[in-house]
């Protein structure tokens, strides 16, 4: 494609849904993609997923259909959910 620009993984990988319980009734959820080859940063702090490390990329925040969604495979530990809200934090320049 002419003029493409930027890094795009290709395929499928695991996210991280941010969007809060009350709304996951919704037809679409808030994620942030994760990689295990981005570069290490502040706005992306590592978890476990499916027994591998790798990095949520909190900068790339995303709405997608809950149909693009496949089976979940687990859920964050605590340390780890607070650090990507932190990240999270970072990112949106929220309070």
Same mark, same amino acid.
């Given at each position: 494609?002419?003029?493409?620009?930027?890094?795009?993984?290709?395929?499928?990988?695991? =996210?991280?849904?941010?969007?809060?319980?009350?709304?996951?009734?919704?037809?679409?959820?808030?994620?942030?993609?994760?990689?295990?080859?981005?570069?290490?940063?502040?706005?992306?702090?590592?978890?476990?997923?499916?027994?591998?490390?790798?990095?949520?990329?909190?900068?790339?925040?995303?709405?997608?259909?809950?149909? =693009?969604?496949?089976?979940?495979?687990?859920?964050?530990?605590?340390?780890?959910?607070?650090?990507?809200?932190?990240?999270?934090?970072?990112?949106?320049?929220?309070?």
């Amino acid at each position: 494609m002419p003029g493409k620009r930027g890094h795009v993984q290709e395929g499928r990988r695991f =996210a991280v849904i941010v969007q809060a319980d009350d709304l996951l009734a919704l037809s679409t959820v808030v994620i942030c993609p994760t990689s295990r080859s981005a570069f290490t940063a502040s706005f992306h702090p590592e978890v476990i997923v499916a027994d591998q490390a790798t990095q949520v990329l909190c900068e790339m925040v995303a709405a997608v259909d809950t149909r =693009a969604l496949g089976e979940r495979v687990g859920h964050l530990a605590r340390d780890e959910l607070r650090s990507v809200e932190d990240a999270l934090l970072l990112v949106l320049d929220l309070p």
